[in-house]
Protein backbone atom coordinates (compact mmCIF):
# COMPACT_ATOMS: atom_id res chain seq x y z
CA UNK A 1 0.00 0.00 0.00
CA UNK A 2 1.32 3.35 -1.00
CA UNK A 3 -1.25 5.99 -0.45
CA UNK A 4 -1.62 9.70 0.66
CA UNK A 5 -4.54 9.83 3.16
CA UNK A 6 -6.42 13.25 2.70
CA UNK A 7 -7.21 14.00 5.47
CA UNK A 8 -10.32 16.45 4.49
CA UNK A 9 -13.88 16.63 3.43
CA UNK A 10 -16.60 18.72 3.12
CA UNK A 11 -19.35 16.33 5.29
CA UNK A 12 -17.24 14.32 7.41
CA UNK A 13 -15.66 15.33 10.55
CA UNK A 14 -11.92 15.32 11.07
CA UNK A 15 -11.66 13.02 13.99
CA UNK A 16 -13.83 10.43 12.51
CA UNK A 17 -11.34 10.99 8.98
CA UNK A 18 -8.41 9.86 11.14
CA UNK A 19 -10.20 6.65 12.71
CA UNK A 20 -11.45 5.46 9.04
CA UNK A 21 -7.81 5.79 8.16
CA UNK A 22 -6.42 3.81 11.53
CA UNK A 23 -9.13 0.93 9.85
CA UNK A 24 -7.83 1.29 7.06
CA UNK A 25 -4.69 0.29 7.57
CA UNK A 26 -5.85 -2.31 10.42
CA UNK A 27 -8.00 -4.11 7.63
CA UNK A 28 -4.83 -3.91 5.20
CA UNK A 29 -2.47 -5.30 8.11
CA UNK A 30 -4.69 -8.02 8.72
CA UNK A 31 -5.35 -8.61 5.14
CA UNK A 32 -1.86 -9.01 4.23
CA UNK A 33 -0.85 -11.08 7.81
CA UNK A 34 -4.07 -13.82 6.35
CA UNK A 35 -2.30 -14.55 2.93
CA UNK A 36 -0.06 -17.57 2.48
CA UNK A 37 3.06 -17.82 3.27
CA UNK A 38 6.09 -19.15 0.93
CA UNK A 39 7.73 -21.90 2.43
CA UNK A 40 10.99 -20.70 3.06
CA UNK A 41 9.46 -17.72 5.24
CA UNK A 42 7.91 -17.73 8.95
CA UNK A 43 6.61 -14.32 8.98
CA UNK A 44 4.86 -11.60 7.25
CA UNK A 45 7.15 -8.77 8.10
CA UNK A 46 6.10 -5.18 6.71
CA UNK A 47 8.63 -1.93 5.29
CA UNK A 48 6.74 0.92 6.64
CA UNK A 49 7.49 4.86 5.70
CA UNK A 50 5.71 7.33 6.95
CA UNK A 51 5.63 11.56 6.14
CA UNK A 52 3.88 14.66 5.14
CA UNK A 53 4.41 13.53 1.73
CA UNK A 54 6.10 10.54 -0.05
CA UNK A 55 9.71 12.42 -0.76
CA UNK A 56 9.64 13.37 3.15
CA UNK A 57 8.53 9.82 4.27
CA UNK A 58 11.06 8.46 7.00
CA UNK A 59 11.21 4.60 7.63
CA UNK A 60 9.03 3.33 11.03
CA UNK A 61 8.79 0.40 12.34
CA UNK A 62 4.78 -1.33 11.80
CA UNK A 63 4.34 -0.92 15.43
CA UNK A 64 4.61 3.06 15.30
CA UNK A 65 1.62 3.77 12.62
CA UNK A 66 -1.08 4.26 15.26
CA UNK A 67 1.00 6.55 16.88
CA UNK A 68 2.32 9.03 13.25
CA UNK A 69 -1.11 9.01 12.91
CA UNK A 70 -2.25 10.65 16.18
CA UNK A 71 0.74 12.71 15.79
CA UNK A 72 -0.56 13.65 12.61
CA UNK A 73 -4.08 14.10 13.99
CA UNK A 74 -2.70 16.30 16.98
CA UNK A 75 -0.34 18.76 14.06
CA UNK A 76 -3.75 18.70 12.38
CA UNK A 77 -2.30 17.64 8.94
CA UNK A 78 -4.11 17.94 5.73
CA UNK A 79 -2.85 15.07 4.74
CA UNK A 80 -0.26 12.53 4.93
CA UNK A 81 1.76 9.45 2.84
CA UNK A 82 1.88 6.14 4.27
CA UNK A 83 3.64 3.09 2.65
CA UNK A 84 3.43 -0.54 3.58
CA UNK A 85 5.11 -3.24 1.89
CA UNK A 86 5.03 -6.80 2.87
CA UNK A 87 7.87 -8.97 3.04
CA UNK A 88 8.28 -12.69 3.51
CA UNK A 89 10.70 -12.95 5.94
CA UNK A 90 12.51 -15.45 8.09
CA UNK A 91 12.76 -15.45 11.85
CA UNK A 92 16.40 -14.49 13.08
CA UNK A 93 18.36 -16.57 16.05
CA UNK A 94 19.39 -13.26 18.34
CA UNK A 95 22.51 -13.54 19.94
CA UNK A 96 22.74 -13.88 23.37
CA UNK A 97 25.54 -11.87 25.24
CA UNK A 98 27.77 -13.89 27.22
CA UNK A 99 26.56 -13.72 30.93
CA UNK A 100 28.28 -12.31 34.08
CA UNK A 101 29.73 -14.99 36.35
CA UNK A 102 27.02 -13.23 39.17
CA UNK A 103 23.94 -14.54 37.34
CA UNK A 104 25.47 -18.22 36.64
CA UNK A 105 24.70 -19.15 40.47
CA UNK A 106 28.45 -19.18 41.66
Request: glycine share 2%.
Amino acid sequence: MKKTFVLSHPKIAYPRLVEATKSDVKKYLKRERNKELPSYADFWGFDCKFGLNAETAEIIHVAEINDKISFAESQEWPQFYLEILATATQRVKREVPEEDSLFKGE
